[in-house]
């Protein structure tokens, strides 16, 4: 597999940056986990949003599928055209919050806007999702609102993403083994007082020990967040190899591996503040 970095930000996207959304490759498959403020025009930088085969939302939270907007407006008025419906696929309740958000500025009304060019779906959270050869497995997080973490089998490698959560067991059993774990970190170097519904980068390090993950890449940060201090913090609870994601960032995924025995980091990040 082969894990593209389309939107990496938290809510108020980093400087030149987008909001969440990752593009898993397979042999025979090309997903899309979220669609956040701005992802399109990166995701049209690596492929065309025609040749996606399914876009799948962890949660209805703006900056993860805000996105889903300008992609209706490509595939309806774009240069290329697909010759079926993309395949879309939210979380339980996903599609009434969507239908009731668009009806807001679409004339025609909500269910033409979407159905021209989406096949929506809400997926059950139960049961997996088989997309091409990949095999798509769902565990609800703990945030503020139903959430769900993503795990992706294809090619003998496991990619599993957070989508947003504080730390909890659901998280450690659902990426248990995972050949990466892409995990988010809003919090930084900081905490959260209760209710909870995010990460530290230190918590993140401690889930991918527990789970016994091959390899910990960190995500959904914001610009005042220093990567190179996030790798550290996540690297002394984790013990293994941590990334820190960016867009555009390109990683192939094979299968899982015993973890290293020394920690090894791996960050040639500067603050997004002081890139171009």
Do not use: W
Not at 151 to 170: H, L, N, Q
């Amino acid at each position: 597999m082969q894990l593209i970095a389309l939107g990496t930000s938290s809510s108020v996207p980093r400087p030149g940056r987008a909001c969440s959304c990752y593009a898993v490759r397979t042999p025979a498959a090309t997903l899309l986990l979220d669609l956040g403020t701005g992802a399109l025009g990166n995701l049209r930088r690596s492929r065309e949003y025609t040749t996606i085969d399914a876009v799948v939302i962890s949660h209805m939270h703006a900056d993860h599928f805000l996105d889903l907007i300008p992609l209706r407006y490509g595939l309806k008025y774009g240069p290329d055209v697909r010759e079926r419906r993309q395949p879309l696929y939210l979380p339980p309740g996903g599609e009434a919050v969507l239908r009731r958000l668009v009806s807001a500025f679409a004339p025609e009304g909500p269910a033409d806007f979407l159905d021209e060019v989406f096949e929506v779906c809400e997926y059950d959270p139960r049961a997996p999702l088989h997309v091409g050869d990949a095999v798509l497995r769902f565990r609800r997080a703990r945030h503020y609102i139903d959430t769900y973490a993503i795990r992706v089998e294809a090619a003998g490698a496991v990619v599993v993403y957070s989508g947003d959560t504080a730390p909890c067991d659901a998280m450690v059993e659902h990426a248990a083994g995972a050949s990466l774990f892409l995990c988010e970190a809003t919090l930084g170097v900081g905490s959260e007082t209760p209710p909870r519904g995010h990460c530290s980068a230190a918590e993140a390090g401690e889930m991918a020990r527990r789970a016994e993950v091959a390899r910990l890449m960190l995500t959904h940060y914001g610009s005042a967040q220093d990567p190179e201090l996030l790798c550290e913090a996540a690297a002394e609870a984790f013990g293994g190899v941590v990334t820190v994601a960016d867009d555009g960032d390109e990683l192939a995924i094979s299968s899982p591996a015993t973890r290293p025995a020394a920690a090894k980091t791996e960050s040639t990040r500067v603050p997004a503040q002081d890139r171009g």
